[in-house]
């Protein structure tokens, strides 16, 4: 049988009859040699409670978000925490036989012959729910399901986001040494029919596997799908749709140049070689869950700041509403603001204002920025590009080394942040969150956002699925 490599495709008759005959893992096998799924199953490492205990003890945020202070913390927290596989300590005498990666790996040979972690018996489809609070105090549940993802080189994973090469080559330096991804990549595809959920639902498909509560007060649910026509039907249904890149663009483009290395060391590759697939958690857009919030900018020092000269040359293009009280007022009337036009609330000498872009403003801006419509059409690309590159004068280069921003998360820590340090920021800028259908837009015409742009609230954590690359691990 020659399938054409990546196309999704039917299940069908004889392909349930396969799945009974054979069983899971040689079907597994077929599926990726064949192309008839870009989504499959994996057989993962986890950590195992009845060693551990509770889980929330083991598990971290993603490396990247993991302050130096909260590394120390997650160290102390249990001798076997993840973040000894995802961030370990450099030291001045490291080289090129004992440095942080070489360490990870020898941290992951001795959890896994301890049986700390071990390998599932099978392969499964992993269903993650992080059930959490919103800013506004209703609870939520974000549900996906954690897969293995068929790299290709013509596009697959639509990105919306740069990438820097330093994470990059720090990541896959970890890959070679460990030879696991402790994170996924978070994607986001579009189903109004639910058919996953759906599946899901069965009667004796899910099996309960894992919970626990994180101390930033989420908490994380995990279940196994590993019933063999279950599974060949989430395949079937994953892959049939396009799936967007919500976070984790560094992880999947390092897990590419995994592949592209291992592929060049490995003459005669079939193709489904662990090394070939990137760990994936697919959200749904179609749930309550997903969540994007804002990434707030606040700016400090900055040559010849001047908060008058900023606030008018801003009027000149721009409404601009002062707004007493206190955030969540700032909030409320940017909320508001966004949506007659693109608006962005602004913060110089002690006083909040909104910002709303004139449509004849924006509309030059739309025709004369260089930038492709969809990108044009955020507000995060009017205040880079107008307000900190035009106005500000600080450079595309600058703003990736964040030599001049301080980017915070909530409302709450921009106000501490103010509060704590008044005298080292001059000016600071809260954003409206991006919407699902702006990224995809951008996404799907190949194109990409100022840095900073989303963040997909909560974080996948790290450690509650471990993904390997290669047939033996370590």
């Known amino acids: ?49 009845s060693r551990v205990g509770d889980l929330a003890a083991v598990l971290a945020p993603p490396y990247d978000v993991i302050s130096p202070e909260e590394q120390d913390a997650l160290h102390d927290r249990h001798p076997d925490n993840v973040v000894r596989l995802i961030l370990g300590y450099q030291h001045p005498t490291d080289h090129d036989a004992d440095n942080r990666y070489t360490r990870s790996a020898a941290e992951l040979a001795r959890m896994m012959g301890a049986g700390t972690i071990r390998q599932d018996d099978r392969p499964a489809f992993y269903v993650y729910d992080q059930c959490f609070a919103l800013p506004d105090g209703r609870q939520v549940c974000r549900r996906g399901v954690i897969g293995r993802w068929r790299i ?47 599946i899901v639902a069965e009667p004796g498909v899910l099996e309960p596997a894992a919970e626990c509560t994180t101390p930033d007060g989420v908490t994380h649910r995990l279940g196994l799908v590993t019933r063999p026509d279950a599974v060949g039907r989430m395949g079937e249904a994953l892959s049939a749709h396009t799936q967007f890149i919500a976070d984790g663009h560094h992880r999947f483009e ?30 749904n857009t179609h749930q309550d869950g997903l969540v994007i919030l804002p990434i707030q900018r606040l700016l400090h020092s900055i040559p010849g700041f001047d908060a008058a000269d900023l606030l008018a040359r801003v009027a000149a293009h721009c409404d601009v ?44 801006f739309v025709r004369e920025s260089g930038l492709h419509p969809a990108v044009a059409a955020l507000d995060v690309s009017w205040l880079h590009q107008q307000v900190l590159t035009g106005m500000l004068g600080i450079t595309k280069e600058a703003q990736a080394a964040k030599t001049n921003i301080d980017y915070e998360h909530t409302l709450e820590d921009v106000a501490a942040a103010l509060a704590a340090r008044p005298e080292r920021y001059q000016a600071a800028f809260l954003l409206n969150p991006v919407r699902v259908d702006q990224i995809q837009a951008v996404a799907a015409a190949g194109e990409r956002m100022p840095q900073k742009s989303t963040f997909f609230y909560p974080k996948i954590i790290s450690g509650l699925v471990i993904h390997p690359l290669e047939e033996r691990i370590p």
């Open 321 to 364: 509403t002062p707004v007493p009280g206190d955030m969540n007022a700032v909030d409320r009337a940017l909320a508001a603001s966004g949506k007659v036009g693109p608006s962005f609330a602004m913060w110089t000498a002690g006083r909040w204002q909104v910002i709303r872009v004139r449509p004849d403003a924006h509309a030059a």
């Open 1 to 49: 049988m020659t399938l054409p490599i990546d196309r999704p495709k039917s299940l069908g008759s004889a392909a349930s009859g396969m799945l009974g005959s054979v069983g899971l893992e040689g079907v597994t096998r077929l599926f990726a040699r064949s192309g008839m799924s870009k989504v499959l199953p994996v057989r993962a490492l986890r950590y195992d409670p």
């Open 152 to 198: 290709t080189d013509d596009g697959g994973l639509l990105a919306h986001e740069k990438t820097l090469d330093g994470p990059k080559q720090d990541r896959f330096r970890l890959f070679r040494a460990c030879k696991v991804v402790c994170s996924q990549v978070f994607t986001f595809y579009s189903d109004p029919q639910r058919t996953v959920d759906a």
């Open 254 to 283: 390092t897990t590419r140049n995994y592949r592209d290395a291992r592929r060049a060391e490995t003459p005669g590759y079939r193709g489904d070689e662990p090394f070939n697939f990137a760990s994936v958690y697919m959200a």
